[in-house]
């Protein structure tokens, strides 16, 4: 078991612990399933919404959003439905992360991604029920306060029993504000509630709960250190990334000469087309940071380029867009790792007991697995002696 100080310092391990295959390849193929249905459920609510195909990739390339766009309201409903979509796929990924590095806190190194991801199935019931619970419980407060608003427009009757009420309609918009809040909290937290405490649907709301009440100025203070992690993991493993891809292009251009200088202005121009949003936010950066992690300036298209350069320089903007993809899903572990950290020391602090220490039920089954199977392993030799005995085939004649 990794020896934690179950206070503000373990946070800074988010960085370690995410820096591994097996996390940035769990993250990473969520982030692509969730952001292929995403793509193309999006690209569907603007179709639907009266754009081309060719209008839509000119405007907005590979990140289509129908709110940018002038559209009917059918059309952002089906938008709608890819950020849930996607919101979803991701919930799952976090919670097998989340596991991932739960097991690694328990000194299970041995623990693979495929186990991860069917723990995570398992439990994915449970982290859209979490989510589904709180919708539920705030919509059951809008919908009644509206109602009891409606009924204020009775004449006389409606305005002085709105005001005899007062004091419980504040109070009930107090209590609206805290499940509000807890559920905010509940976006972050129950991947690693699941994880760690292997709760159900109603645990991870309950735990939710009861770490916003008990706990919410070390859940602020804890996510702000984590936010300062994540900002400096992501732009030190890009500006890393971008010195490599340096490194590359100079050892490769004394050996290929224009040729890769060719090819990487047609992928670059291709990155530009396909992510044209990508380069005003990185600039919009204080100082030069966007530079850094991002293109520096805009590459136009070159017409004279043959046609294997042209192909080329398209396969060379996928790979580009893929190494990209790492630096992000990175990101995605250093925050999924320090969102478990965080629920670990959260739960040591307020219930006296380390989840690091506590038997874990899908290891105990596998204990019992493996036990079973060394039971009647040595059964199965023993008849085997038997029927090699000589004379035994006799006997059973």
């Known amino acids: 078991m990794k020896q ?16 591994s295959i097996q996390r940035i390849w769990l993250n990473g193929l969520g982030l692509l399933a969730g952001y292929l249905l995403y793509l193309i459920i999006s690209y569907i609510s603007l179709l639907v919404g009266g754009y ?31 950020l849930l979509v996607f919101l979803a796929v991701i919930l799952l990924t976090n919670t097998a992360v989340s596991r991932v590095v739960y097991m690694t806190l328990r000194d299970e190194l041995f623990y693979t991604w495929s186990q991860a991801l069917k723990f995570a199935w398992k439990k994915w019931i449970s982290s859209l029920g979490a989510m589904l619970t709180f919708l539920f419980i705030i919509a059951f407060f809008v919908i009644g306060g509206l ?45 690693a509630i699941l994880a760690t405490s292997d709760e159900d649907a109603l645990g991870g709301v309950f735990q939710s709960f009861s770490i916003t009440f008990n706990q919410p100025w070390r859940i602020l203070i804890y996510l702000s250190l984590l936010s300062v992690v994540y ?10 990334m971008k010195i490599s891809y340096h490194i590359f292009m100079t050892l490769f251009s004394l050996g290929m000469g224009d040729k890769i200088e060719q090819v990487q202005q047609q992928a670059l121009y291709v990155l530009d087309k396909a992510l044209p949003a990508v380069y005003t936010w990185a600039h919009s950066l204080p100082g030069s940071i966007g530079g850094c992690i991002y293109l520096n300036n805009p590459h136009p298209m070159v017409p004279d380029f043959p046609f294997s350069i042209v192909l080329s320089g398209y396969i060379f903007g996928i790979f580009l867009l893929f190494l990209a993809g790492v630096v992000l899903a990175y990101g995605e572990a250093i925050m999924n790792s ?47 002696k038997e029927e090699s005995k000589p004379g035994s085939e006799n006997k059973t004649e």
């Open 231 to 240: 900002v400096a993991g992501v732009f030190i493993f890009g500006l890393i």
């Open 4 to 19: 934690l100080h179950f206070n503000f310092k373990d946070i800074f391990r988010s960085a370690r612990l995410a820096f």
């Open 338 to 384: 320090g969102l478990t950290i965080i629920y670990v020391i959260l739960y040591k602090l307020q219930e006296k007991e380390s989840l690091l220490e506590r038997e874990d039920e899908e290891l105990k089954e596998e204990e019992e697995e493996e036990k079973q199977e060394g039971e009647q392993t040595p059964a199965e030799s023993e008849e085997e």
């Open 52 to 82: 081309d195909l060719s209008t839509i990739w000119s405007k907005l390339g590979l990140l289509p959003c129908a709110f940018a766009m002038t559209v009917p309201w059918y059309s952002n409903l089906v938008y709608v439905v890819a």
């Open 147 to 191: 109602v009891m608003a409606f009924i204020g427009r009775i004449p006389i009757v409606g305005e002085i029993g709105t005001v005899l009420f007062t004091i419980p309609y504040i109070f009930a918009a107090l209590l609206l504000f805290f499940i509000c809040l807890s559920f905010g909290v509940a976006l972050f937290f129950v991947p």
